[in-house]
């Protein structure tokens, strides 16, 4: 295991660090459990346009104990993926809250997870957001609902996205009544 450094100046980027309060509640050996746990475990992969950590393993307690740590969505029984004839439990993050993480415990992660972790990040930083006035969800304690929101920002970013729409079915339903009126 190397020496922690500051992620911001490992990773050269410049530093969202709202992404990090998600974890300034936890005991840094708390993060170096986590990131070993990841460093073994751990599938860093890229999903939806956005990047996503996976964790698949028989240990419930191991799984819902990290799923809290990283404020995992739900922890789901895998029995498609079976070890040994025994049920997996798994949590996947996505999106900005798995960008945060992986930047989190980078300074932890050995050279091969490293490498993977730069090129993910990488990826996740040239990505434009896919439409404009994409919400930022600036509460990193509540759980993630979808692409890294939480529940409130989730429903205010479907809102922007659809605003058009809405507007639109609003407009048809008002003429439709004053049609009958
Ligand atoms: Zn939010």
Redesign the pocket.
């Known amino acids: 295991m190397s020496p922690p450094a500051a992620p911001g100046d490992v990773l050269g980027t410049p530093l969202r660090v709202q992404l990090f309060d998600a974890f300034l509640g936890e005991r840094v050996s708390n993060i170096a459990w986590l990131a070993g746990l990841l460093e073994g475990e751990g599938a860093f992969t890229i999903c939806g346009g956005g990047v996503a950590i996976g964790l698949n393993m028989t240990d419930r307690d191991v799984v819902e104990r990290s799923a809290r740590m990283v404020k995992a969505p739900s922890v789901a029984v895998n029995n498609r993926h079976q070890i040994n004839h025994k049920t997996c439990y798994r949590w996947t993050l996505c999106g900005n809250a798995a960008a945060g993480v992986m930047m989190t415990i980078f300074p932890f992660m050995g050279e091969r997870r490293r490498a993977r972790i730069k090129e993910l990040l990488a990826y996740w930083r040239s990505r434009k957001p896919r439409y404009e006035n994409a ?6 304690d ?1 759980p993630s ?1 979808g692409r890294g ?6 429903g ?1 970013d479907w809102y922007q996205r659809n605003r058009e729409k809405v507007i639109a079915a609003n407009k048809r339903r008002y003429h439709a009544r004053r049609a009958v009126a």
Request: proline share 13%.
């Open positions: 919400v930022h969800c600036p509460h990193p509540r609902y929101l939480c529940q409130q920002c989730h205010k």
